[in-house]
């Protein structure tokens, strides 16, 4: 069975129990960064790892971990990058030379402080196979063409974070375009609908923050 690699973060955690036991199934990894291991504490969960300058995780919470013999990685507060980077190089260690990980699951990305958010998802131009959950949505980047399959009926949203997205084609949507160029600053890429069992979305050029809603609050991952 393939490996599923979750995050746990410090943000804010409005999942369900439910939601949270399909996602943390018995194929998954876990990692907590710092005060994301009393999220994973509080839904059961058993991490891989927790990372971080532990300032933010409670004190029963880390010795709990310690006595399950979870490996604890400590790091000064002063230091080059957040937790959730340093996770993500401990991932790309686990999997050099190994089956590339296609996809890391992350909850407790957004919330509280919108630093934190906008560095969360900014990190995924670096880390491309990143992908942020809500209960009903999900977040995720794009560099180059793609296909949406199973998507019918979810809201859909593309945040440009290059210059430019060029030549930019949409099928299978409510609003449609054809070759269209879009800056960055234009609002026109919010707020769209998957009419289609499969919705693609081609371009020449772009760097995209896409993001995805179900309003039933079914799981999209």
Avoid at 47 to 55: A, F, K, Q, R, Y
Avoid at 124 to 137: G, I, R, S
């Amino acid at each position: 069975m393939e490996k599923k690699y979750v995050i746990f973060l410090n943000g804010e955690y409005k999942y369900s129990q439910e939601f949270m036991d399909k996602l943390v199934s018995e194929n998954a990894v876990c990692f907590c960064a710092d005060g994301g291991a009393n999220f994973a504490f509080k839904y059961g969960k058993m991490p891989e790892m927790i990372i971080g300058d532990l300032d933010s995780i409670e004190k029963k919470v880390l010795e709990y971990y310690k006595s399950k013999n979870i490996l604890i990685k400590k790091f000064p507060k002063d230091k080059d990058f957040t937790d959730f980077e340093l996770i993500l190089k401990e991932i790309n260690k686990i999997s050099e030379n190994k089956n590339f990980v296609e996809k890391i699951f992350v909850v407790g990305g957004l919330g509280k402080r919108i630093d934190m958010t906008l560095s969360n998802l900014f990190i995924m131009e670096k880390y491309k196979n990143l992908v942020f959950l809500q209960e009903n949505e999900e977040i995720f980047y794009a560099e180059k063409s793609f296909v949406l399959k199973n998507k019918k009926e979810c809201e859909f949203s593309i945040i440009p974070i290059s210059e430019k997205v060029e030549k930019l084609t949409l099928k299978g949507f409510k609003f449609e375009t054809d070759k269209i160029d879009v800056k960055r600053e234009s609002s026109r890429l919010v707020s769209n609908v998957i009419l289609e069992n499969e919705a693609s979305v081609e371009f020449k050029n772009g760097k995209l923050i896409i993001i995805l809603k179900n309003n039933n609050k079914n799981l999209l991952y």
